[in-house]
């Protein structure tokens, strides 16, 4: 009978012990809101779920043409253009600010580097005043919300800015990364990965502590563009536009560990409502400025098994580039950066809907979004 009992209660702690692992808080850097679940990360961005810092927001889709220097403006729920306006030159994404308060379109003036961030307003989808700022290719925000981080790609270098103003605070060169451009962070908040398109690798940067960690060169990468990490944290998941999948990345050892075959032309990664699917992008060329109407497709690719699920082609060929899904987590809006439109795909379906919009859409930006903060990009919400 004691062995009984002693034997129930080494399960008993044994089974305690497990469930308080489970259940263990994630000690994130200062000022980083807390995260409420350490097993997904992304537990706060499900479907509908909804900040009221988003309340009075329209629900728009807005889409920045690289060549004709304007956002169309789309409903969503009409697939109808609903305006349009001139923004600066070269616009490449629209990025949602961390306190979800305004939308900042990054032009960075490609040729010259004296790009331009255009504010817009959420609650009028109208723009405002742009600020003038060094070769804005993408734009990101430190997980404590004190830092706007634009993405000086040409410059390979990461301005740190004060989000109101766009004051620059300091910089960090990154001049081994060539063509540093899209980027996913630790979970704890304490370091970010940034892909190197030109260089065939990564960086990791210690966003405590300012300075690059360390540079990876991916074994048969070619040109890796976007990057999103799982929902526990631990593994990050790099497209590659001339691998045609993604790299697996440790992210604390920096390592490879995997590889998944997805489509021509990989590129944009969105992970799905639930947390459990990523929606992978594959443009349908392995060149810079693209085709039309090559082989392009969406993968769907299980984040337990990281196996690929489902493979959408775009009815006729297409580009699919890079967007997000939708509040509700129903449609997956991308870009079809070299036809002049944008798809709207059915998550459940695959099937597609296409609006014809202006020259070489890009960033677009699915809004409002569920989530309490945004980390940038074209919503990398948490």
């Known amino acids: 009978m004691i062995q009984r009992r002693i034997r129930g209660a080494l399960l ?10 489970a259940n263990a808080q994630i000690q ?29 927001h329209l629900e728009r889709v807005y889409v920045p043409h690289v060549q004709s220097n304007d ?3 789309i409903d969503p729920v009409s697939y109808k ?14 990025v949602p600010a961390w306190d979800l308060q305004t939308l900042w379109v990054t032009n960075n003036a490609e040729r010259t580097m004296k790009g331009s961030l255009t504010p817009i307003d959420p609650k009028t989808g109208k723009p405002g005043t742009p600020i003038d700022v060094d070769d804005p290719y993408n734009m990101y925000f ?8 634009v993405v000086a790609e040409a410059l390979k270098r990461l301005d740190f800015r004060d989000p109101p103003t766009m004051k620059l605070q300091y910089s960090i060169a990154t001049p081994q990364c060539g063509g540093i451009n899209h980027a996913d962070f630790a979970i704890d908040g304490s370091f970010v990965i940034f892909t190197c398109e030109f260089s065939k690798g990564l960086v990791k940067i210690d966003l405590v502590n300012r300075k690059v960690m360390a540079y990876l060169t991916l074994s048969k990468g070619g040109m890796p563009q976007d990057i999103r990490v799982s929902p526990d944290g631990s593994k990050f998941y790099v497209a590659d536009m ?22 021509m032309g990989t590129h944009g990664i969105y992970p799905s409502r639930d947390g459990r699917k990523l929606y992978v992008a594959n443009r349908g060329s392995h060149k810079i400025h693209g085709v039309k109407g090559g082989p392009g497709s969406v993968s769907v690719v299980d984040f337990a098994t ?15 580039d890079m967007g997000n899904v939708s509040a509700d987590g129903r449609t997956l809006w991308l870009s079809g950066r070299y036809d002049n439109v944008v798809y709207a795909f059915d998550t459940t379906t695959g ?11 890009h960033g677009l930006a699915v809004w409002p979004q569920p989530g309490r903060y945004s980390l940038g990009h074209t919503g990398n919400m948490r």
């Open 12 to 21: 008993l702690a044994a089974l305690g012990f497990i469930l308080c692992e």
């Open 81 to 94: 253009v609903v305006d349009r306006f001139k923004v600066g030159l070269n616009p490449q994404h629209v």
């Open 71 to 73: 956002v169309y403006v």
């Open 28 to 56: 994130t850097v200062p000022g980083m809101p807390p995260v409420p679940d350490p097993q997904n990360l992304y537990s706060e961005t499900g479907a509908d779920k909804l900040s009221a810092a988003v309340a009075g």
């Open 242 to 263: 001339h691998a045609d999948g993604i790299f697996v990345i440790d992210g604390e050892a920096f390592r490879e560990i995997g590889f998944i075959a997805t489509g």
């Open 142 to 149: 430190s997980p404590d919300g004190a830092s706007a981080i």
């Open 351 to 361: 099937e597609a809907k296409v609006v014809k919009v202006g020259l070489e859409p």
């Open 306 to 320: 990281g196996k690929v699920e489902a493979n959408w082609p775009v009815p006729g060929g297409g580009s699919p």
